[in-house]
């Protein structure tokens, strides 16, 4: 499942390279003006749209829910900016049927040199704080690239619609008892513009994680 916002660049390689290693593929665009909607669905996806920009965390939970309507167990997330490399997708699976989890989160930060410098602080500070309040060690929070079970999502709350609601999920799962693991993936970057706005997505997770508490 992919959420996507003016993902033109990148999305018809990306949903191609996914279906070599997974049939179904859902991308959610969260209001693009560009040709993501056309090209995901040439490329095979089956795509749900917001009429109008809702954020990451809107994307991601209209596309838990398709996939829970269509009776799946699991759900694989990925951004859609090609920063995720689909050959690591068989890493995820073999996690998934050889231990207990009920999510997996793709770590980044065993070899994060090629990170920009400000977003791997970002992450390490992040991870950090929410390490601190799970109680174990977290080494990459901000990783959009998870498979997660969805019986165990649906028994949680999650009230947050844009990038906080990775951290949030995180704690909601290990705060539910359910079991959390990582696996080291590639990390790509090239020239693409991120969709975080750094000074109002910060101030939406820290507010987040004031009200938490």
Known sequence: MIPCLNEAGAIGLLVRAVREHLPNVIVVDDGSRDDT????TQAGAEVLRHECTRGKGAALKTGWQRAAGRGFAWALCMDGDGQHAPADIP????RAGSGKAALIVGNRMSDAAPMPWLRRRVNLWMSR??????????????????LMR???????????????IESELLLAFIAAGHAVEFVPIQ????????????????????????GRR
């Open 129 to 146: 704080r929410l390490s601190r309040a799970a109680s174990r060690e977290l080494p990459d929070t901000q990783c959009g690239f998870r």
């Open 91 to 94: 890493k995820f699976l073999a």
């Open 187 to 210: 990390v790509i970057y090239k020239n693409e513009q991120s969709k975080i706005s750094p000074w109002r997505d910060a101030w939406r997770w820290l507010r987040w994680m004031a």
């Open 37 to 40: 909607v056309q090209l995901a």
């Open 150 to 164: 969805l019986a165990a999502w649906s028994a949680v709350e999650l009230r947050t619609s844009h990038f906080e």
